[in-house]
């Protein structure tokens, strides 16, 4: 699967010897899987006209198709692919979560794109804004000299781009599992609220470290080379059956799907690239690829819906209670399907309902974008208190003495106390017992309640640095070399960028405009720290058991 390495740069010695994988001036795999979203897209465009033709359907469907379109026509490309991966991973993300994923799984469950939105047409026009935005922005931070010598980084010197052994990344899952087993059992609340205490958020930022030993097969991506042994497959297997449990006693879906989800972007990312070989289509990969599907749609869901269903017993039932009562949950098919019903024909003032399927509904999130445009109508644009509110959350993401310094009046506890949906529900007219039911907002209607059309700016300004140090994760070397007749381009990605993949192609939409600033005060700065650490502290623990 891997791509052996062609050469090394000599300037390294040792450890931090870079070596050059290869990379396929203009990837196949890029033009085929255009064409076959395309053509997906067609039949699903075909599905929705034939079944649900109404006015407002049939315009979002439009939407999408066009959006689409521009994205795979002018954005996705070789070059950009290979320049700038990760930014372009944000830019994708959005337009597959708010675009592409919607019309694909409502299909799939036999439902109209808009299905339960309220304000579909405003739902599509602030999202084909935001992605004019996101466009505008990327162009302007290509057009940065700053960002092109990534080959001097401080990242680099770090030692961010060394290849860490097989036991390091082995260390670092478990380091990571350890972390999940913490809240499991001494502090169930770190996997639900949004703490702003500083152990609590350092606990939490180790959760996707559980997820490093799964990138060994994929250890071309960050330099690496050799065959993935059997038993190393056989440890992967029982890992997943440990992170399964866990994910089942935390009642936590998450757990379980948003890391397994970066291994699957990081194959497909090192396939758009080039660096891994594409698999020959025959009845393996088709089997395989029709059980996938199944398994997503079948068992993944219903494991997703037995979760919620025994939810409110998991504070007072023991662990292993509540995994045997969510497997018994998972095969009552009959208690499945009342409790979808259910959801459908729930009223209320916050509705958060669109897919059936608990798994697929955090890749197709345009029902916060609607949940929240709705609540930000009664609001009203320009709210003083929302744009208070929303400025506060930046601040509150300094550290603890600086913030008393600056901001002495901004209490951090109770302002992450609370999500933005809350708030903005709040001060809809729902009142403060809405606090603490973590509803997720959209940054489309909590930034026209706090900024009106003004987050637009705002978004665009501050995406320019992410887009930036994302980038950071990878190094496009400048040198070319010839092998074989043909120019081979060195591209490394850090394990540390990696780990981050499904939070990179999550990251748009945000509940705010607060979040890259927040990212830009703490989250970046954090993840960075605990990877050098946890990468240090392996490093010392391989040298000293040799």
Known sequence: M?????QKDKSYSNRKTIPLVKVMVGSTFLGQA????????????????????TTDNIIAIANIAIVWLIVTEFIITDDMIRKYPLSLFIVIGFASTQFYFPLLFTSLEFKPVVYNLEKPQDVFFHASLVLIVL??????????????????????RLGFFETPQNLQLWIMGLIGFLANIYVLVFNQSLATEISGDASGKAIQALFPFAYAPYFIPFKGLFG?????KKSTIYLLVGFTVMLFIVSIARNSRGVFMIGFASIGFAYFLGLLIGIFRIPKVNYKIVVLAI???????????????AMLLVRAERSDISKKELIEKTWVAMKDDRAIALRRLEDRQLESDWDERYLDNAFASRFATIKYSDASLVQAEKVGENNPQMRSHTINYVWGALPDPVLRVIKPEIDKESLYAQSFGDYIYNLAGAGNSTFGGYRLGNMSGTGMAAFGY??????????IPVFMLFDKFIIKGTLKYRLHGQVEHNIIFSVCGLLALTSIFQYLPTESVAGPFTFLIRGYIQSLFLYFILFKFSDLFVKSSK
């Open 454 to 463: 003004w987050y637009l700016v705002i978004l665009g300004v501050v995406m």
């Open 291 to 305: 059980f996938g599907i199944w398994f997503v749609n079948g068992p993944l869901g219903n494991l997703g819906t």
């Open 2 to 6: 891997n791509i052996p390495a062609y």
């Open 34 to 53: 255009k064409f076959y979203s395309r053509v997906i897209l067609l039949i699903a465009l075909f599905f929705q006209c034939y079944f649900f033709w």
């Open 135 to 156: 466009f505008i922005a990327h162009y302007i931070y290509r057009w940065l000299p700053l960002q092109r010598d990534r080959e001097s980084s401080i990242l680099k």
């Open 224 to 228: 690496g080379v050799g065959k993935v």
